[in-house]
């Protein structure tokens, strides 16, 4: 006689996060590091910048991705809903709990930047070949998230 049971391993097929848009607790500015993060229901998707990846000048420039930075690409999976007021409480907040954490191990984060006038900037930013694996060696296949979004900065007005 064989038995099967469920040992409550996730299972994750795919990551959607296309049509939610991106949200940050600070502005975005090109001299901090910079945390955005897209929120989906019980998951969410977190994207660390360094300081001065981000640039106001027209262009492209890419960064590594990997655990240890510069860019950093994390999904995390929570036990119930989130808000944008997990990541932007003063006090860090204990509901819901990260039931796991996958950090990106490899991949490249692409930064187009264009503007409209001599002041704004808008940054597209696209994933290339991300590799997120979990703990216990599984690798999420279908990713689905090279768009990942596009954030504005502001040229500060010079002094006269």
Known sequence: ??????????QIETLDFD????????????????VLFKINSDEALILELPANLLVNEVGTVTSTVSESGPSKITY?????????????SAVPLTE????????ALSGDIS??????????????????E?????????????LTINDFGTVTTAKPAEAN
């Not at 819901?96 to 950090?103: H, K, L, N, S």
């Not at 216990?136 to 296949?141: A, L, P, S």
């Open 19 to 34: 049509s939610f848009d991106i949200q940050n607790c600070e502005a975005v500015e090109v001299t901090i590091e910079n």
């Open 96 to 103: 819901p709990q990260v039931i796991e954490e996958i950090p």
């Open 76 to 88: 995390r999976i929570f036990s119930d809903v989130v808000t944008n007021a997990y990541f932007c």
């Open 130 to 142: 991300i590799s997120l694996v979990t703990a216990t060696n599984n690798r999420i296949t279908d």
């Open 1 to 10: 006689m064989l038995y099967g049971c469920n040992d409550g391993d996730l």
């Open 111 to 128: 930064i187009m930047t264009t503007t409209t006038d001599s002041l704004t900037f808008s940054h597209e930013i696209t994933f290339n």
